[in-house]
């Protein structure tokens, strides 16, 4: 059966109007500037779009033209372009572009792919893209999502983004050339998303053969009334650092999630190192524990109500120094969030975690003997076969090594639940996500990040979740309702 391209397109044009607009499209739209529309596409490469608008509007205030680029630094670049993927990179590139503009050019953006392809930071995406927004030329862009959901159409057969722009160029209509990218990248993060698509509410649902596809689950109606004050929704979040975290939407995530208690793990900062807007946020208090070292560990807690009380670590200075737990007291429960250390390469750091892991059981056992107990946080084990992509080649690797999983195998002996298993028992459900090789994009990942409950309190637990849609870190966040 053909593919109904035509059919595709025609529906996907209207319904992706009121999507965000791919951020290069946005520019050229904005400025018709050729310069900007390159300087945008080679900053947008491996970055989320508010990420790549807000550092191109920096750079933009500083250096529109060529000749003003030229008067920055490499070092004021990297400072200007951060955090964009691979800024320090992409700040040597942009500090050479003006020279071979001017040098090859005459100072001049090419408008076709092969000469674009001598400029420093170019490659093929990089150039159609320019050819395409910039001087509405015939041109292919092909990123990951057009890649990807070519294949899925099976409008494609292939394996590299490289081989997609080859067979598109055969046979997808040159009408469609230079608008397919933007109508794909707002498609694919609108709805086709890369991990969990909605095909439940896809126009082109019955159209789609969907290959290759898990679809999202229709969420069910909700099961808990978050209007009863006994029932509070929990969060936790290993932001990988919160300063950048903050420049990645963390404030927006927060409104999003609108959870009684969020947890956060792995801040990397002292408080006084971060900005008010994150010090005193609307409607909730904020407690901290930051690690020693600066830049390193560290964990705080947002949370809408005052606990009775705030216990800032272990007892113990090897992992106090490290800002590892942080737990709160209410009335009726105790909030314990953890960032467990990595057991680091070749297991070098094993020993100073079983430790760490001794204490903190016996920090539980102590609390639940009171009123409940609700664990949460990035504990940097997978605990069983299902909670990791690769098991098999990860046995003996820091997160996967037997010593590790027989940590929580002796957790859940002591009667802990691991609330997300209480509900989901499916595989392919992870928290982290490498930044190298597309893990995320490719769902090749590792659940880590937990919330566990004392076994008596298992049915106050009434819903958890992973939010793998949730980005701006390598982890995501997860969730719990607790009654």
């Given at each position: 059966?053909?593919?109904?391209?035509?059919?595709?397109?025609?529906?996907?044009?209207?319904?992706?109007?009121?999507?965000?607009?791919?951020?290069?499209?946005?520019i050229?739209?904005?400025?018709?500037?050729?310069?900007?529309?390159?300087?945008?596409?080679?900053?947008s490469?491996?970055?989320?779009?508010?990420?790549?608008a807000?550092?191109?509007?920096?750079?933009?205030?500083?250096?529109?033209?060529p000749?003003?680029?030229?008067?920055?630094?490499?070092?004021?670049?990297?400072?200007?372009?951060?955090?964009?993927?691979?800024?320090?990179?992409?700040?040597?590139?942009?500090?050479?572009l003006?020279?071979?503009?001017?040098?090859?050019f005459?100072?001049?953006?090419?408008?076709?792919?092969?000469?674009?392809?001598?400029?420093?930071?170019?490659?093929?995406?990089?150039?159609?893209?320019?050819?395409?927004?910039?001087f509405?030329?015939p041109?292919?862009?092909?990123?990951?999502?057009?890649?990807r959901?070519?294949?899925?159409?099976?409008?494609?057969?292939?394996?590299?983004?490289?081989q997609?722009?080859?067979?598109?160029?055969?046979?997808?209509?040159?009408?469609?050339?230079?608008?397919?990218?933007?109508?794909?990248?707002?498609?694919?993060q609108?709805?086709?998303k890369?991990?969990?698509?909605?095909?439940?509410?896809?126009?082109?649902?019955?159209?789609?053969?969907?290959?290759?596809?898990?679809?999202?689950?229709?969420?069910k109606?909700?099961?808990?009334?978050?209007g009863?004050?006994?029932?509070k929704?929990?969060?936790s979040?290993?932001?990988?650092?919160?300063?950048?975290?903050?420049?990645?939407?963390?404030?927006?995530?927060?409104?999003?999630?609108d959870?009684d208690?969020?947890a956060?793990?792995?801040?990397?900062?002292?408080?006084?190192q971060?900005?008010?807007?994150?010090?005193?946020?609307?409607?909730?208090?904020?407690?901290?524990?930051?690690?020693?070292?600066?830049?390193?560990?560290?964990?705080?807690?947002?949370?809408?109500?005052a606990?009775l009380?705030?216990?800032?670590?272990l007892?113990?200075?090897?992992?106090?120094?490290?800002?590892?737990?942080?737990?709160?007291?209410?009335?009726?429960?105790?909030?314990?969030?953890?960032?467990?250390?990595?057991?680091?390469?070749e297991?070098?750091?094993?020993d100073?975690?079983?430790?760490?892991?001794?204490?903190?059981?016996?920090?539980?056992?102590?609390?639940?003997?009171?009123?409940?107990?609700?664990?949460?946080g990035?504990?940097?084990?997978?605990?069983?076969?299902?909670?990791?992509?690769?098991?098999?080649?990860?046995?003996?690797?820091?997160?996967?090594?037997?010593?590790e999983?027989a940590?929580?195998?002796?957790?859940?002996?002591?009667?802990?639940?691991?609330?997300?298993?209480?509900?989901?028992?499916?595989?392919?459900?992870?928290?982290?996500?490498?930044?190298?090789?597309?893990?995320?994009?490719?769902?090749?990942?590792?659940?880590?990040?937990?919330?566990?409950?004392?076994g008596?309190?298992?049915?106050?637990?009434?819903?958890?979740?992973?939010?793998?849609?949730?980005?701006g870190?390598?982890?995501c966040?997860?969730?719990?309702?607790?009654r």
């Amino acid at each position: 059966m053909t593919f109904p391209i035509d059919e595709i397109i025609s529906i996907l044009e209207p319904e992706v109007s009121g999507y965000q607009v791919p951020i290069v499209d946005l520019i050229a739209a904005q400025t018709k500037d050729p310069f900007k529309v390159l300087v945008a596409t080679i900053l947008s490469a491996r970055t989320k779009d508010e990420v790549t608008a807000a550092a191109s509007r920096r750079l933009f205030e500083r250096a529109g033209t060529p000749a003003e680029l030229a008067q920055l630094t490499v070092a004021e670049l990297e400072k200007i372009i951060f955090p964009v993927g691979f800024f320090r990179n992409k700040a040597k590139f942009l500090r050479q572009l003006p020279v071979v503009l001017k040098q090859r050019f005459g100072g001049v953006v090419p408008r076709d792919i092969d000469s674009l392809l001598h400029l420093p930071g170019v490659g093929r995406k990089t150039a159609n893209l320019v050819v395409a927004v910039a001087f509405n030329e015939p041109a292919i862009c092909v990123d990951t999502h057009v890649h990807r959901i070519m294949n899925i159409w099976g409008y494609v057969q292939t394996t590299t983004p490289l081989q997609t722009e080859t067979a598109l160029r055969q046979q997808l209509p040159q009408r469609y050339w230079t608008r397919i990218n933007a109508l794909l990248v707002a498609f694919g993060q609108g709805t086709c998303k890369p991990l969990w698509p909605h095909c439940d509410r896809c126009v082109i649902a019955a159209l789609c053969p969907k290959i290759g596809v898990t679809p999202r689950k229709a969420k069910k109606e909700a099961a808990v009334d978050r209007g009863d004050a006994s029932v509070k929704k929990l969060a936790s979040w290993n932001v990988n650092g919160l300063r950048a975290a903050l420049k990645n939407g963390f404030l927006d995530v927060l409104q999003g999630l609108d959870a009684d208690v969020l947890a956060v793990q792995e801040i990397k900062a002292q408080p006084d190192q971060l900005p008010d807007e994150l010090r005193n946020i609307a409607g909730y208090q904020v407690f901290w524990h930051p690690a020693q070292k600066k830049g390193y560990s560290g964990t705080a807690v947002f949370s809408k109500t005052a606990p009775l009380q705030v216990v800032y670590g272990l007892d113990c200075q090897q992992f106090d120094d490290e800002g590892r737990v942080l737990t709160l007291e209410y009335p009726d429960f105790y909030f314990i969030n953890v960032y467990a250390p990595n057991a680091q390469p070749e297991l070098k750091r094993l020993d100073f975690k079983l430790e760490f892991n001794h204490a903190l059981l016996a920090h539980m056992n102590r609390l639940r003997a009171d009123k409940s107990v609700v664990l949460c946080g990035d504990l940097n084990v997978a605990h069983k076969e299902i909670d990791l992509a690769n098991p098999k080649a990860n046995v003996k690797n820091p997160g996967f090594s037997p010593q590790e999983r027989a940590w929580m195998d002796a957790l859940v002996d002591a009667g802990y639940i691991d609330a997300f298993r209480k509900f989901n028992q499916e595989p392919n459900q992870y928290t982290w996500w490498s930044y190298r090789f597309s893990a995320r994009a490719k769902n090749i990942g590792w659940r880590i990040d937990y919330f566990i409950v004392d076994g008596a309190s298992g049915e106050r637990v009434l819903e958890a979740a992973i939010h793998t849609d949730i980005t701006g870190s390598d982890h995501c966040p997860v969730s719990v309702v607790f009654r």
